[in-house]
């Protein structure tokens, strides 16, 4: 299944079954809701094949072993188990939640610049855990970009457990310019802007780089963005450690995202490379954290679709919040 097939999948679940989760979670506990997970598990396991190969064979790579059903069904109730938290750092903030900070003071450093700094991740992980940054920095803005489109239910949801979320999403499905605007003014203010680089869209410029050994398409409108915007990169990790135990990690990667317009090509790719290398390195020592579950490799459109140097106005629906 490649990423325009992703796109078009149902989103897993349904309005009932993820209002009934959360309200089990937020009547009976944080317990009680992880022992509805398992049922969940084997659910998806045996209902959504697509996902339940595209888990095996990644894990095939990320294991360096032939993946079994176990380490597939680990895969996915990882996955759910993230889900869930979703609803409970929403709701309640960290209380209940043992959450390890790293590179917090490198962050600070370049927010004390008062330019804004872009806040890159990837599908790994739970992204929501970044969140906790308003209680450590209030008085620096969050903005982040999401599609709302891609998973309605969920966003609904969300947004329902805290009404002021939508004020901080910069909304990916408004189109480029709103988007880049949005960002741009987010910025100004010395915000963190804080999207995902690792899945883009079948119509948008792509960059193939080097990923566990075999080239895969990344979007190239973050850097582009980050190149226009002249942000400083910060990758940020929230890693998911089991229980109720989380990372969040903050590492800087590029000062300067200036992509020139002689050798464009060539300092778009190397900015890529560099991050798909960093994630691979992330995603082997934390396999289970990884979230796309669609074969991430073989796009139809070879070299990624559009050409990255007419993309002045790049896509951001790609670089979203799932």
Known sequence: MTVAQW????????RFALWLIRSIGLTCGRGVARLILYPITLYFFFRRGHERRASRAFL???????????DVLRHIHAFASITL???????????GFDIDIVGMEALERRLDGGRGVLLLGAHVGSFEVLRVLALKRPQVPLRVV????????????????APDIGN????????????VLAMHEAAQRGAMVALLGDRGRAHEAMR???????????PAAPWLIASTLQLPVVLCFGLYLGGNRYRLMFEPYAEDTTIPRAGRDAALDALIRGYAARLEAMVREHPYNWFN??????????DGGADPGRADQPDLRGGHLA
């Open 146 to 161: 999401l599609d709302k489109a891609q998973t309605p239910v969920m966003t609904e949801l969300l947004e329902a457990l």
């Open 85 to 95: 938290d979703r609803v409970f750092l929403l709701a309640r903030g960290m209380r």
């Open 7 to 14: 796109q078009g999948r149902k989103e897993g679940g349904g």
């Open 293 to 302: 579950f669609y074969d991430f490799w073989h796009d139809p459109a070879p």
């Open 60 to 70: 095939t790579r990320a294991l360096g072993r032939p993946a079994g059903v176990p």
């Open 208 to 218: 193939r780089v080097p990923f566990f050994g075999e080239p895969a398409p990344f």
């Open 168 to 179: 901080n999403v910069i909304d990916a499905s408004r189109g480029s310019t709103d988007v």
